[in-house]
């Protein structure tokens, strides 16, 4: 569905009947909703109901010009989640999709019952221009993300899952060079200039935090640093997974994650 929102478009799609418990499923940087197709069934035949938000930029989603602020993008998941009127929804984000989902959290308390923040970071990395700086110019000079995408994959999946998948290797590839540009870099922009660290502490739902052991874009020990700011949080790592664990190790993040929806409160 595409909802308007200040003259321009979200896309969204819900799967399952309404009046299940809601999981919202937000994607990575230069991914869209599909990245998520691991997740659907298991959560479907759980009993849930699942939102899946192409994040500005992504997918279905309008790229406007950017700079984007992280605050801006948990305000359009706001936006989706009050249209819906889903009632309060467990939330799952991935990289962008977990520091947006910080910020939706943070600013919108009461949509949310809990957060699940995979590979995510929780604030700027101290030297975010030097690793964002030159991916931002090569997608607006060249009015494409195909000259970033071979090099995305890599970040984060192993070559021996590219070996064993390599369809769904070329699904994600084909998606990462496909995001608009300027989607793309606004993104980044947000990225490059955001702290969540001093509300984390005050966050208001329970967060479990997950990150690829391997994971080559965020260090593990910044999942590590969100659990230990957030009250009570728990921190996961998933081994022989990169960026994309969900994608990687389904089996496992699948249990893992309907094993944390389980134990929080109706």
Known sequence: ?????????????????????????VHALAADSGLWAEQ?????DAGFCVLRVDLRGHGGSTATPGPYRMAELGDDLAFVLRALDLGPAHYVGLS??????????L???GLLRSIVICDALPESLPNAAEVWGPRIRAVRAAGSCAPIAEATLERWLTPGFRAANPARWQ???????????????????????????SRLPGLAILALVVCGEDDHAVPPAEGERIARLVPDGRFVAISGARHLPNVEKPEVFNRLLLDWLARQPA
């Open 107 to 109: 600013d919108h308390p």
């Open 1 to 25: 569905m595409l909802l308007s929102r200040d003259g321009r478009l979200l896309h969204a799609d819900l799967l399952g009947p309404r009046g299940r418990p809601a999981v919202c499923l």
């Open 96 to 105: 962008l999709g977990g520091m947006s989902g910080q910020a939706l959290a």
């Open 171 to 197: 699904e994600i590839l084909a998606t990462v060079a496909a995001t608009p540009a300027e989607g793309y870099a606004g993104c980044a922009e947000a990225i490059s200039d955001f702290s969540h660290v």
């Open 40 to 44: 659907v069934p298991a959560l479907l």
